[in-house]
């Protein structure tokens, strides 16, 4: 047993050692399944902290031959598999961490080298007799399968990282994909390899269109195919959770982490989409006892201002349509797989969904933000970075909410007319929806009490700001009505009239009604704000 050849099971029996484990050895049996056919290669990508490092230690715990894991298996789901033991700890196994030696090697180091010299030393001290002129791993592994007949696993975590971090270094990243070929590509592989399984937070880099490992199956944030439940936390396993830790609230719960909603390929080929949510955020969420945003010192979101601050394609105004709640069309063919490669919008916000940072509808094909965890890392970014106007606007968002609760209209147009001017140099100022949205963008701090709804369904017509307050809230309930070129009057009477308010008679002893007026002439606002009783 060695550090990368044959390893132990240490990792997976701490895994399942913690204080919250979640089974997911189902994904054995589909890797059980293509085991030493033509689709045997994986290629799973998903954002930081979704769990692929532990389904890494998963995998080479149950294949390694150089440990004996059927007691941490017996209790879970692969046990009762067919051919549980017929594959279990039974094949030579490879685990790398490429991470590992991008952030070891010096300045004038290759990390692809320093790597598989380091890897090598297992082989060597293992098969010392076949070692002889030997100096790649894919060569060494050829000389012990050619000894044995023993196959092996392949498991390479964070194999992306080269392109992603040293994305500049365009002799390294051809050396490293070259390299990889060889494990994956080449005749001798075929033989020696009963799997392949690669994992990284973004898909195989694309030359010319094409992937650079084009024998892997893709299993992405975008299409996760069959192995969407083995990766982060269903739903059902969420409220099994609650359950057993009675102190969390599922409602709260939901807003902060649910969102991410994935097309999952079942077995007998039937689809369902899954709400599926970030497991080490809830993992936190449960052990502190308290729901907040744990991506904050990811190294992720170093990065995001950089991302979000490339304004193509009025990049800032979709960020701004994201952060208001609302979605946006994305097409996601066009993306390289890297972060150099931007040629438009679409492809920054192709690359923020497979970072986690925005969720994604494949039905709709449209992005958004999938929850609050993920808008207070947006809202930070916007607050440190170049966006001076928009994080002022932000900033004054809390009060504009005070204000409206104590009835100070006054306040309220004069803080709904500044927030207005910050967002002039990204919105078009006149336009019917980017009033609206400047308007949901004032009150983006409201987001904590209520469920925000445009256009919503009330009385007879559409109310066109509702603020649903949510379960546990005490705050009141509030439509607020537009009105460019009139009154603030007649946009509570349009409330009245059209009997807006009925619809939130279910919440809360008191609702508001918020008329606001628009002058287009002299770019003013007016407010009016009416307390009403249930």
Not at 64 to 91: M, Q, V, W
Not at 357 to 370: F, H, N, Q, S
Not at 395 to 404: H, P, Q
Request: proline fraction near 3%; hydrophobic fraction near 35%.
């Amino acid at each position: 047993m060695g550090i990368y050849l044959d390893p132990g099971n240490e990792s997976f029996r701490s895994a399942i050692s913690s204080d919250i484990y979640v089974d997911k050895t189902g994904l054995l049996e589909i890797l059980n399944d293509r085991l030493g056919k033509e689709k045997r290669f994986f290629a799973v990508s998903r954002a930081r902290r979704f769990g692929k490092s532990m389904v890494a230690g998963m995998i080479k715990a149950y294949y390694s031959i150089g440990c004996d894991s059927r007691e941490i298996f017996a209790p879970y789901r692969i046990a009762r598999s067919t051919d549980f033991e017929e594959h279990l700890n039974k094949y030579h196994v490879l685990h790398i961490d490429m991470a590992t030696y991008l952030n070891a090697a010096g300045k004038d180091e290759n990390p692809v080298d320093l790597m598989n010299d380091e890897v090598l030393k297992d082989f060597r001290e293992a098969y010392p007799e076949l070692m002889d002129g030997i100096k790649t791993l894919p060569k060494a592994a050829e000389a012990v399968w050619k000894k044995d007949g023993i196959r092996f696993v392949v498991i390479i975590d964070e194999w992306e990282c080269i392109i992603r971090d040293a994305k500049n270094d365009v002799d390294l990243i051809t050396h490293y994909l070259k390299y990889l070929r060889g494990f994956f590509k080449t005749e001798e592989s075929k033989e020696f390899l009963a799997l392949g399984y690669i994992t990284g937070i973004l898909p195989i880099k694309k030359f010319d269109g094409e992937s650079a490992m084009n024998n892997f199956i893709e299993y992405t944030m975008i299409s996760p195919k069959q192995l969407a439940p083995y990766f982060g936390f269903s739903d059902q396993e969420v409220q099994d959770l609650c359950v057993e830790r009675p102190y969390m609230s599922m409602d709260d719960i939901r807003r902060w982490y649910d969102g991410y909603l994935m097309k999952h390929i079942a077995p007998d080929r039937t689809v369902e989409y899954l709400h599926m949510y970030n497991p080490n955020s809830l993992v936190c969420a449960f052990t502190d006892g308290e729901c907040e945003s744990y991506w904050k010192n990811t190294g992720a979101f170093a990065g995001l201002n950089d991302y979000i601050g490339l304004n193509m394609d009025g990049l800032k105004d979709t960020v701004l349509k994201l952060l208001a709640g609302e979605s946006c069309p994305v097409d996601t063919s066009g993306y390289q797989n890297d972060l150099t490669s931007f040629k438009c919008r679409d492809d920054v916000l192709t690359a923020l969904i497979h970072m986690g940072y925005l969720g994604y509808d494949v039905r709709t094909e449209e992005a958004y933000i999938p929850n609050e965890e993920v808008r207070e890392v947006f809202s930070s970014a916007i607050k440190v970075g170049d966006w001076t106007e928009i994080a002022e606007a932000l900033r004054g968002s809390d009060e504009l909410l005070k204000a409206t609760w104590a009835g100070d209209a006054e306040k309220v147009a004069v803080t709904i007319e500044k927030s207005h001017q910050d967002y002039t140099s990204i919105l078009e100022y006149h336009d019917e929806n980017s009033l609206a949205l400047a308007i949901q963008m004032s009150y983006y701090t409201a987001r904590k009490h209520y469920v925000v709804v445009r256009e919503l369904p009330a009385g007879k017509g559409f109310a066109d700001i509702a603020f649903i307050p949510k379960k546990g809230s005490d705050k009141p309930a509030m439509i607020v009505e537009l009105k460019r070129n009139d009154d603030a009057d007649s946009a509570v009477s349009q409330i009245h009239d059209r009997n807006y308010a009925g619809q939130l008679r279910d919440y809360g002893s008191e609702i508001l009604l918020v008329g606001i007026s628009y002058d287009k002439a002299g770019k003013k606002y007016g407010c009016i704000i009416e307390s009403i009783g249930k």
